[in-house]
Antibody
Framework: EVQLLESGGGLVQPGGSLRLSCAAS????????MSWVRQAPGKGLEWVST????????YYADSVKGRFTISRDNSKNTLYLQMNSLRAEDTAVYYCAKWAVSGRGNYFDYWGQGTLVTVSS | AIQMTQSPSSLSASVGDRVTITCRASQDIRNYLGWYQQKPGKAPKLLIY???SLQSGVPSRFSGSGSGTDFTLTISSLQPEDFATYYCLQHYTYPLTFGGGTRVEIK
């Protein structure tokens, strides 16, 4: 069974930093692209970032570009999101999600339970 | 960035009703669209991928259609467990973009 377990969320002051982790199990982690998706309180879903299988290709939402860095350690089956220069508007539940690529289509087929990041003084 | 306009933003319906949710893309995204269901406090769940393919394990009352810029999610007979918020997601190009969501409430 595929499991994704996020950790690292918490309360941080504006301008501060935080690193989120997503530990994956039940899958061959290195063969899948992975992403972070966030959801501000009471708001909709927002894609944040995606990283390719080997980590060579990364993509970011404009809202986090230059402040957030996605990375992965395939030897540890773990995805990361380093978040710097945090702003109040970054307050959200952050989900990691597995990106499935098949001949019939691509999609997020597994999600973690989410970790809450609160940016406040 | 491609904008996904989802409508309605909310709707009230009764058990057994047929429900239709639409998503319009600001440019042609072929069939690079998925539909997700989210219940309060839970992670999203994939319902439909490639615009019209039903994810394994999802009840057949859910269906998707469309291509290009206009897409539809239909629930043929609404069940109590279907009251949730639904999102479309385009993955034709980065940045990936979600629709604003449709909250389906009990009438």
């Amino acid at each position: 069974e595929v499991q994704l377990l996020e950790s690292g969320g918490g309360l941080v002051q504006p301008g501060g930093s935080l690193r989120l982790s997503c530990a994956a199990s039940g899958l061959t982690f290195s063969t899948y692209a992975m992403s972070w998706v966030r959801q501000a309180p009471g708001k909709g879903l927002e894609w944040v970032s995606t990283i390719g299988r080997s980590g060579d290709n990364t993509y970011y939402a404009d809202s986090v570009k230059g402040r957030f860095t996605i990375s992965r350690d395939n030897s540890k089956n773990t995805l990361y999101l380093q978040m710097n220069s945090l702003r109040a508007e970054d307050t959200a539940v952050y989900y990691c999600a597995k990106w499935a690529v098949s001949g019939r289509g691509n999609y997020f087929d597994y999600w973690g339970q989410g970790t809450l990041v609160t940016v406040s003084s | 960035a491609i904008q996904m306009t989802q409508s309605p933003s909310s709707l009230s319906a009764s058990v057994g009703d047929r429900v239709t949710i639409t998503c319009r893309a600001s440019q042609d995204i072929r069939n690079y669209l998925g539909w997700y269901q989210q219940k309060p406090g839970k992670a999203p769940k994939l319902l439909i991928y490639a615009a019209s393919s039903l994810q394994s394990g999802v009840p057949s009352r859910f269906s998707g259609s469309g291509s290009g810029t206009d897409f539809t999610l239909t629930i043929s007979s609404l069940q109590p467990e279907d009251f949730a918020t639904y999102y479309c997601l385009q993955h034709y190009t980065y940045p990936l973009t979600f629709g604003g969501g449709t909250r389906v409430e009990i009438k």
